[in-house]
């Protein structure tokens, strides 16, 4: 395959069940990113409460966390292709349910957060059987690839998406948000309905409790791998410094509330530059090398962050963080699709996902924690320290690993 910087199309040519399943999450996250913003503005204009509206984004996130745990555990055991199929119908039920309810002559509140926290758990449940899916319909081999088209899309319509449903909310009531998300999510089951059987490699009823420690059990076993989940966890961490945009402009650079817009844009146009100039990482002999490399970089962008001398350098510095973070994630994302195997995807998928929600979190925190106590650019340049201290350990104890590993048999469970 002829090297190139540019992000590659072939997979698109190749794989009609691919091009199935691109299609289906387009259509999932278009309708998502309508939700993502019909949901907290008509809590907030049914309460005038952002707490109501924190308790609904709460609800979601819970069924989210424990979506993703049960949905590792069936995506192992069941078929992928049924279980992707029954969560999106249920979510599109849940969509039908918003819809009815804001039709109401007074809408539920109950109700948004009781929905809110079904969509989060099958949501999560589909998610973690496309993830496990995904090496069997691309394979191993080109799951960079596959990879790398799928981050293309989700930036382009997460950023896009959002931005419609705002546009829609100006001139039409909330419910129609809603009829659009059910609509893209019934058009999304029929894409899915012509996939082949996505059969799990073992069918065995177990305990869901004792599957998932034994995919903790494999994480531990299989270092190189373990390495990556707390590499990622790492780079998520210093994704929260989102919480200090309106600090930044309001009151470091004296700006406006459109400056923070834009700090808020500046991660996800790097993101897509990454997505669109992918090509050169797909098949690197040394991947995890390379990812070793690009996470001490993106690590120091994130740091030199910390001592801008003004609001453009903070948004050069932030495409560039989200430009070298995302090419670390895609290779990330690549080497636990192909060292793990097909008996663990669902798990370790799913674990993958929760670890990536958790360092966003515990980022968030840390940061917000440290603002109160140091200037915003202060505490950013003490978690990225933080965070190199941390990164020279597992960088350097990830490449000892990878010098001394024996190549891994995908087909073998935790050794």
């Known amino acids: 395959m002829a090297n190139t910087v540019f992000i590659r199309l072939s997979l698109l040519r190749d794989n009609a069940q691919y091009r199935r399943l691109l299609a289906a999450r387009a259509l999932s996250l278009l309708g998502l990113g ?16 952002t707490l109501w509206v924190a308790l609904v984004g709460a609800s979601d996130a819970t069924g989210l966390f424990l979506g993703l745990l049960l949905g590792g555990v069936l995506a192992d055991t069941r078929d992928q292709r049924k279980l992707i199929l029954m969560a999106r119908s249920v979510c599109g039920v849940g969509f039908a349910a918003l ?28 998610v973690s059987a496309l993830m496990a899916a ?51 999510t019934i058009a999304t089951v029929s894409v899915l309905r012509g996939l082949a059987p996505l059969p799990a490699e073992q069918t065995t009823p177990r305990n869901p409790f004792a599957m998932l420690g034994d995919a903790l059990v494999f994480l531990v076993s299989r270092r190189r791998v373990l390495v990556v989940f707390l590499l990622g966890m790492l780079l998520t961490a210093c994704t929260g410094i ?36 992918s ?26 962050i910390g001592v801008a ?28 699709q192909r060292e793990t195997p097909d008996a663990y995807l669902g798990r370790v998928n799913s674990l993958w996902l929760a670890q990536d929600a958790m360092g966003d979190i515990l980022g968030a925190l840390a940061l917000g924690t440290l603002a109160s106590m140091v200037m915003p650019l202060h505490a950013v340049l003490v978690l990225g320290l933080s965070s190199l201290g941390i990164f020279l350990v597992l960088g350097l104890t990830g490449l000892a690993l990878t010098r001394s590993a024996k190549p891994l048999d995908v087909d073998a469970g935790p050794a």
């Open 99 to 126: 819809t009815i309810n804001a039709l109401l002559p007074a809408p539920s509140v109950t109700a948004l957060v009781g929905l809110a926290f079904i969509d989060g758990i099958f949501g999560a449940i589909g």
């Open 242 to 277: 989102r919480v200090l945009f309106p600090s930044l402009s309001l009151d470091v650079f004296a700006t406006g509330d459109a400056a923070t817009g834009l700090l808020y844009a500046m991660g996800p146009i790097g993101a897509t530059l990454a997505a669109l100039l």
């Open 34 to 49: 309508f939700l993502i913003v019909a949901v907290p503005v008509q809590t907030y204009q049914l309460t005038a409460s």
């Open 134 to 184: 995904a090496p069997k319909v691309v394979g191993r081999e080109r799951i960079v690839e596959a990879g790398a088209l799928g981050m293309l899309t989700s930036r382009v319509i997460n950023i896009g998406s959002p931005a419609l449903a705002g546009l829609l909310l100006a001139v039409a009531d909330v419910a129609w948000a809603y009829g659009l998300a059910t609509l893209a």
């Open 279 to 304: 090509g050169w990482v797909h098949d690197k002999a040394q991947p995890f090398a390379l990812m070793i490399l690009l996470c001490a970089c993106a690590l120091l962008a994130f740091t030199a």
């Open 309 to 336: 001398p003004g609001l453009w350098a903070v948004m050069t510095l932030l495409v560039v963080f989200g430009y070298l973070m995302s090419l670390a994630s895609l290779l990330q994302y690549g080497i636990v």
